[in-house]
T-cell receptor, first 114, second 111 residues
Framework: EAQVTQNPRYLITVTGKKLTVTCSQN?????MSWYRQDPGLGLRQIYY???????DKGDVPEGYKVSRKEKRNFPLILESPSPNQTSLYFC?????????????FGPGTRLTVL | GENVEQHPSTLSVQEGDSAVIKCTYS??????FPWYKQELGKGPQLIID?????GEKKDQRIAVTLNKTAKHFSLHITETQPEDSAVYFC??????????FGSGTRLSIRP
């Protein structure tokens, strides 16, 4: 089944403790992206990747890192999480390198930073 | 920076009536405008999209219109049904390879 998977789905952590949220897609898509969703703000793009080893900042990249060493994986890294990073996170992928195709979203990761 | 404004934030319509959601974008170079539906506890799912060389696109009860001059696009849902209740997001693909989403519209269908 074609899908985007994220792990973990739920995470409660404490300020400053490094964490990684994994994202994997099995559709051989070139474009992958991370979003955070907050009430009243919709989805805001954190980072995106147009292909392996090609990443760029979205609208809210501060406090986050990403890597794209393989086409299928696009992990989101929070080196020193803070409470303002408490949010619902979505990973997405799309076939085209520029993102102008249907984006397929993962199920989301709800992160709470205490 | 570039932004997309979406209105209304909440919308309640009687079952069988039509619903319209409007978005305005700021980047005149935007050329791809998808609409996503998000049901409770799930990720957004594409329901329809339109590219800048097209003024209108229809798929059964759902249609999208685009006015490039005014830089706005709208989602139209006709003959609404209970399963249409969800949060809807518009988005615009900007010239910097970024995708900017609107803030969402919570649509409720009254029986």
């Amino acid at each position: 089944e074609a899908q985007v998977t994220q792990n973990p789905r739920y995470l409660i952590t404490v300020t400053g403790k490094k964490l990684t949220v994994t994202c994997s897609q099995n559709m051989n898509h070139e474009y992958m992206s991370w979003y955070r969703q907050d009430p009243g703000l919709g989805l805001r793009q954190i980072y995106y990747s147009m292909n392996v080893e090609v990443t760029d900042k979205g609208d809210v990249p501060e406090g986050y890192k990403v890597s794209r060493k393989e086409k299928r994986n696009f992990p989101l890294i929070l080196e020193s999480p803070s409470p303002n990073q408490t949010s619902l996170y979505f990973c997405a992928s799309s076939p085209g390198g520029g993102g102008t195709d249907t984006q397929y979203f993962g199920p989301g990761t709800r992160l709470t930073v205490l | 920076g570039e932004n997309v404004e979406q209105h209304p934030s909440t919308l309640s319509v009687q079952e069988g009536d039509s619903a319209v959601i409007k978005c305005t974008y700021s980047d005149s170079a935007s050329n791809y405008f998808p609409w996503y539906k998000q049901e409770l506890g799930k990720g957004p799912q594409l329901i329809i999209d339109i590219r800048s060389n097209v003024g209108e696109k229809k798929d059964q009860r759902i249609a999208v219109t685009l006015n490039k001059t005014a830089k706005h696009f709208s989602l139209h849902i006709t003959e609404t049904q209970p399963e249409d209740s969800a949060v809807y997001f518009c988005a615009a693909y900007s010239s910097a390879s970024k995708i900017i989403f609107g803030s969402g519209t919570r649509l409720s269908i009254r029986p």
